[in-house]
């Protein structure tokens, strides 16, 4: 059964800064990884989407990364603002053929402060 | 071109009433899944449908818990008589048909904010 883990469950940080989220998980074979953004009270905007061959993705300041041997993401945010405020969660799509859904991740809770 | 749609965005049940939660997939998506957050935890796949077909409900309860996409109209996730562990957010995404298969990109609704008394 494949389990997402994401540290830290919380970060605190002051505006400008650089910071890195991780997320793991325990199969390997998956299919694709997506970070999202899900802002309080609101739906999830995704952010990035790795496919499995793939390294990284890079979109403005974000950047995830995927070493998929050993199970592991990253999401970059350069040059954090109080906008970038929000829980990240990052999601996994099993490789299997046929269908497939999307195993989640409790989430990073992120604020950048002024 | 509206995304996903869910209605009612908040809605409040007595315990042993039933609730009704609505999602209407983006135009052309055939493919409607349904996902819920506890407090403090992730979101949980609960159920996979495509036009007036389950396809996998592997991760809804077995009791109280249905859901439905018909050939007109919205998905409908249907909990009877609500206790007040079913408090969540439930959301719900939706994709386009896929000849290969529903790995295509999932777009999330909002969500309905569910609160049991």
């Known amino acids: 059964k494949q389990e997402v883990t994401q540290i830290p469950a919380a970060l605190s940080v002051p505006e400008g800064e650089n910071l890195v989220l991780n997320c793991s998980f325990t199969d390997s074979a998956i299919y694709n990884l997506q970070w999202f953004r899900q802002d309080p009270g609101k739906g999830l905007t995704s952010l990035l989407l790795?496919?499995?061959?793939?390294r990284e993705q890079t979109s403005g300041r974000l950047n995830a990364s995927l070493d998929k041997s050993s199970g592991r993401s990253t999401l970059y945010i350069a040059a954090s603002q109080p906008g970038d405020s929000a829980t990240y969660l990052c999601a996994v799509r099993k490789g299997n053929s046929g269908y497939s859904t999307l195993t989640f991740g409790k989430g990073t809770m992120l604020l950048v402060s002024p | 071109n509206a995304g996903v749609m869910q209605n009612p965005r908040h809605l409040v049940r007595r315990r042993g009433q039933e609730a009704r939660l609505r999602c209407s997939p983006m135009k052309g998506h055939s493919h409607v899944y349904w996902y819920r957050q506890l407090p403090e935890e992730g979101l949980k796949f609960m159920v996979y449908?495509?036009?007036?077909?389950?396809?996998?409900e592997s991760g809804m309860p077995k009791e109280r818990f249905s859901a439905e996409f018909p050939k007109e109209g919205p998905s409908i996730l249907r909990i009877q008589q609500v206790v007040r562990g079913d408090s969540a957010a439930y959301f719900c995404?939706?994709?386009?048909?896929?000849?290969?298969?529903?790995?295509?990109?999932?777009?999330f609704g909002p969500g309905t904010r569910l609160l049991v008394l």
């Open positions: 449908l495509q036009k007036e077909n389950i396809i996998d």
């Open positions: 995404a939706s994709s386009p048909p896929s000849p290969g298969g529903g790995r295509e990109t999932q777009y």
């Open positions: 790795i496919q499995s061959s793939q």
